[in-house]
């Protein structure tokens, strides 16, 4: 078992890398232990964006502490994933500590990308270092006129050349953003946070700068290659893997549980899921960032055509949980307004968010499972009285908890809170 520190135990860590393979140790520890600790229902947890091992075993360690208490005579064990992802360390979580860099980063505000995120991007974009720095040097310099917004978007572009993972959908196309026109794309952005940051209502007076979108159109492709990698980690390594978990110890209920991205690796993971295996008995995505048609059998816009995780909640002996909440600004608007900014001839102003925040191109965490027949809608309160269905999909407004934090991500990792653990054991039916 990993880390000594963690705040439950038995407590397992499952690393896996980009391509989906597991660490070899990690998951024969995990098979040989889970039935010699007499574990009966294993909790497995996925992180977001997190872009390193301390920060995901922190977060594990902060939403597993009230656990035990909530359920003491359970025969409890834990997992938690890790999996190569990666954040902009300007992006405040709320309750967590500030980077260093982040701190730096006002200290010096000219640089546009601290040390932290550059050398988080060197690591997700292998190969790319000289696009890196000429980006970088791009955001610092921001040169006049629309040529070096162009350019931005080219060498934005060549970042992702190669990039595989599974889609939300079966849409062709996605995400449009990146074909589109630079300079209207980091217009848009910029727009929308003008509104979201922290200059308020003063910021809707003044002419947004376009360069403050290109740092946002760098994240987005950031988001992109982590939300494709989730898919695939899912697919190819944790659903593989709970198959032989299965076989090793047939009598462990397993309860997954994922934030953000998370949320994306472990519903794909059910698309990994051997068919006959049923040990997996509830589902909980918190502020999962993927698209809500992801279950359709027919998408509203397009009836000829699915979600990629078209009926795979049926292969949950259980719920399918799906927590979001309108005080997520990175799911609310940045989601849908990257989705559709090139794939809608229609544009909008920056302070008219709401024009671009179409149904087409939701996320879960925004609005909840969409466009799956009798999905159950509940708030948070409800939920935790035990008004969980048995089983299929059901949406849970979580703003009642999850609802601080600042631009641009607004509440998204917002999630420290013992009533989300508890909705976790809810949904698992564990008491």
């Given amino acids: 078992m990993a880390d000594p520190g963690m705040s439950v135990t038995p407590y397992w860590e499952l690393t896996f890398d980009a391509d989906g393979d597991v660490d070899g140790p990690e998951r024969d ?11 009966r229902d294993l909790i ?40 190569p992802s990666m954040r902009f360390s300007d992006e405040p979580i709320p309750d967590f500590p500030r980077s260093v860099a982040a701190v730096e980063a006002e200290a010096a505000p000219r640089l546009a990308l601290d040390k932290d995120t550059r050398r988080a991007l060197l690591e997700t974009f292998p190969g790319r270092a000289a696009v890196l720095d000429q980006l970088a040097r791009m955001l610092d310099e921001r040169p006049d006129g629309t040529e ?20 939300d959908t079966d849409e062709p196309g ?7 026109d630079p300079v209207t794309v980091c217009e848009e952005f910029a727009g929308a946070l003008s509104v979201l940051g922290p200059a ?7 002419l947004p700068n376009p360069w403050d979108g290109a740092k946002e159109l760098l994240r987005q492709a950031t988001y992109y290659r982590m939300k494709r990698r989730a898919g695939t980690v899912g697919e190819r390594g944790l659903g593989p893997l709970l198959g032989r978990l299965a076989g090793a110890a047939p009598g462990v209920r397993v309860h997954l549980a994922g934030h953000s991205f998370g949320g994306r690796l472990v519903a794909f993971a059910l698309r990994g899921l ?18 809500h048609y992801a279950f359709a059998a027919r998408l509203p816009h397009a009836p000829d055509r699915s979600g990629a995780l078209k ?25 849908p307004l990257a989705s559709r900014l090139a794939g809608d001839d229609r544009s909008c102003a920056g302070n008219e968010i709401a024009a671009v925040l179409g149904p087409r191109w939701g996320a879960m965490g925004h609005d909840g499972v969409q466009a799956v027949p009798d999905t159950a809608s509940l708030d948070l309160a409800a939920a935790l009285r035990g008004a969980l269905p048995a089983s299929g999909c059901v949406n849970v407004d979580a703003a009642a908890v999850v609802r601080n934090g600042g631009a641009p991500s607004g509440a998204h990792s917002d999630i420290v809170h013992p009533e989300l653990a508890r909705l976790v054991l809810t949904a698992g039916r564990i008491t």
């Fill in 29 to 39: 520890r995990l098979l040989t232990q889970v039935t010699e600790r007499g574990v």
């Fill in 44 to 83: 497995v947890f996925s992180h977001g964006w997190n872009n390193d091992r301390s920060g995901a075993t922190a977060l594990y360690r902060r939403f597993f502490a009230p656990v035990p208490q909530l359920a003491p005579k359970a025969r409890l064990g834990y997992v938690g994933v890790i999996w």
């Fill in 148 to 167: 070096g917004l162009t350019e931005f978007g080219r060498l934005v572009r060549l970042l992702l050349d190669g990039s595989q993972g599974p889609a």
């Fill in 174 to 180: 996605e995400p449009a953003v990146f074909d589109a």
């Fill in 200 to 206: 308020g209502d003063a910021a809707r007076f003044g």
């Fill in 274 to 291: 051997p068919g006959p295996v049923r040990t997996v008995k509830s589902v909980t995505l918190i502020q999962g960032a993927f698209s």
């Fill in 311 to 335: 009926d795979l909640q049926r292969h949950i002996d259980g719920p399918l949980v799906c927590c979001y909440s309108h005080f997520d600004a990175a799911l609310g608007t940045f989601y």
